[in-house]
């Protein structure tokens, strides 16, 4: 089914505007007017007139067949977002962490009720996966997002756990077995998920910390049969060192 936007009566002209970017997605990078249309709800005529200002703002642009897709201008700003400077300081400790073990690697964000994914790294032992960087994951069934989800406000925990849906056999999805999951993660911080995504697949991951808060968090996905010696600690080094790298970068920023 398409993605459909609703748009209320009476809202502002930057929410309509916000409305029609979030036609787009991963799967959906180039889109007609009329597909912009239905997939955020607004009118024909109303889509057309926020374009026009969006290709104007350089926020958009439109191709020579007519279509429209991002353009540069946002791909300048998103440069000045705090998840890409965790990407540019993450890559090399994420990169030394996948030639350590073989697995794939992933670094995620709190967005929302879901873990943004900022980088992927596939490693010789890598199982397929279907999350490149600006995909999204569910807090209450991978690692990361529970990594996320354990230090995030308590409003926004309740908010997803009202909100688990099975993925698989192995999905929790009783509140209670999650509250207890979650102050597991706080104690440890480690959060594991075993096939609960995914068929085959168990990921753990760790929480990033900067200057005491969980920014971030680092995660491996590791096919269920696979050898774990050493695995939790290479992550806790992966963290401890992202962290400490952003904390410099921001140093720096205040300077």
Known sequence: ?????????????????????????????ALTLSQISRRSGLPLATAQRRLGD???????????DGRFEIGARMWHLGQLSRPT?????????VQD????TGHTAHVAVL????????????????????????????????????????????????????AMVPHTDFTTTNPQVMRNQLKEVRRTHVAVSSQEHRLGVFSIAVPIFVSGHVIAAVGLLIPVEAHLTGTGESLQACASNVGSAMEEHERRLDE
């Not at 936007?5 to 929410?15: F, H, I, K, M």
């Not at 969006?54 to 020579?64: E, F, H, M, P, S």
């Not at 962490?97 to 350590?100: E, I, R, Y």
């Open 111 to 162: 967005d929302g009720l879901g873990a943004l994914v900022v980088d992927r790294i596939a490693g010789s032992r890598s199982i397929p996966t279907r999350h490149s960087p600006g995909g999204r994951l569910p807090l209450y069934c991978t690692a990361v997002g529970k990594a996320l989800l354990a230090f995030a406000p308590e409003e926004a925990q309740e908010q997803a756990m009202r």
């Open 85 to 93: 400077m965790m990407r540019e300081a993450a890559l090399p400790h």
């Open 1 to 29: 089914m398409p993605k459909v936007t609703r748009s209320a009566p009476g809202e502002s002209v930057t929410s309509r505007a916000l409305t029609l970017l979030d036609a787009f997605d991963q799967r959906h990078r």
């Open 54 to 64: 969006l290709v104007a703002g350089r926020l958009l642009t439109q191709r020579a």
């Open 97 to 100: 962490l996948v030639s350590f």
